[in-house]
């Protein structure tokens, strides 16, 4: 959600005392929201799971991959589906905003039994030339010569976007793209049986931008307000330029893009 310029104009100014017991208001409604976050993570862990009987085969740095093979020895797996096509110049900037801080994530993932891979419908080739330009180095696999993106919803054919509408996060919406983002997790029992267990997409992946989470606790929130879309001002990080704020004055309408040169953020909304 965005923060609106007069959210921060109307803040109050106000002794200590006052601060202090706002503050513990917000704190009841934090501990609430903390309590019901555990809960809902309850429940997908409890969500019934569905057997992954189709083989998948992608393509990796140094071959072929089964879909088990991206589990790498655990139990638990988690995709993440990144939006990159096939014959794009580059990968979606807010994808790459969350890719950012993948590395970090799956060193203390691995502790836990549970392995992070990244995979995208661009053939290999275009993957490792945009993983080096980012410095990433994530397991990152190209299902082109498969139908892994299809199935779990984020890569629509051209018969599917001529539609108007497509498949995705458990509904009908217009897409600005053959190719959107979202999350998928898998399970592998002791018989190397594989169960597909959880999906999100668009907002569910909030979540997982750490850079939000800290925004989310500044007075000006994600300061998104006037912008075309909320992840307007997101840009890879190596074009940021000279690190001063980029939109500053809030752009009314995002500049024109053909998907393949910079997918829209829209469905992160």
């Not at 997908?44 to 071959?63: A, I, S």
């Not at 691995?110 to 410095?135: C, H, N, W, Y």
């Not at 850079?211 to 912008?227: M, Q």
């Amino acid at each position: 959600m965005a923060t609106t310029m007069n959210e921060i104009s109307n803040a109050k100014t106000v002794p200590h005392a006052e601060w202090l017991a706002a503050r513990r208001d917000l704190l009841a409604k934090e501990k609430e929201f903390t309590r019901l976050r555990d809960e809902l993570s309850r429940r997908r862990r409890e969500l019934p799971r569905e057997k992954v009987n189709k083989q998948y085969v992608f393509d990796g740095p140094k071959g072929k991959l089964t879909l088990a093979d991206l589990f790498d020895g655990r139990s638990q797996l988690v995709v993440y589906h990144f939006m990159f096509g096939p014959g794009w110049k580059e990968g979606c900037p807010s994808c790459s905003f969350l890719a950012d801080g993948f590395d970090s994530a799956r060193v203390h993932m691995a502790q836990r039994d549970a392995t992070l891979a990244v995979v995208s419908r661009a053939t290999l080739p275009e993957i490792e030339a945009f993983e080096k330009r980012m410095g990433w180095e994530f397991p990152w696999v190209s299902s082109f010569a498969n139908d892994f993106n299809f199935d779990y919803r984020v890569s629509f054919s051209k018969e599917e976007m001529a539609q108007g509408k497509v498949d995705y996060n458990y509904g009908m919406t217009e897409s600005p793209s053959e190719e959107l983002p979202g999350a998928s997790v898998f399970y592998k029992d002791a018989d190397g049986e594989i169960f597909h267990t959880y999906s999100t997409y668009a907002r569910g992946l909030d979540i997982l931008l750490t850079a939000y989470n800290f925004l989310d606790l500044t007075p000006k929130g994600r300061d998104e307000y006037g912008l075309a879309f909320p992840m307007a001002w997101v840009r890879h990080h190596d074009r940021y330029g000279d690190g001063r704020i980029i939109d500053a004055g809030k752009i009314s309408a995002a500049p024109a893009r053909s998907p393949r040169e910079s997918p829209s953020s829209k469905t992160m909304v």
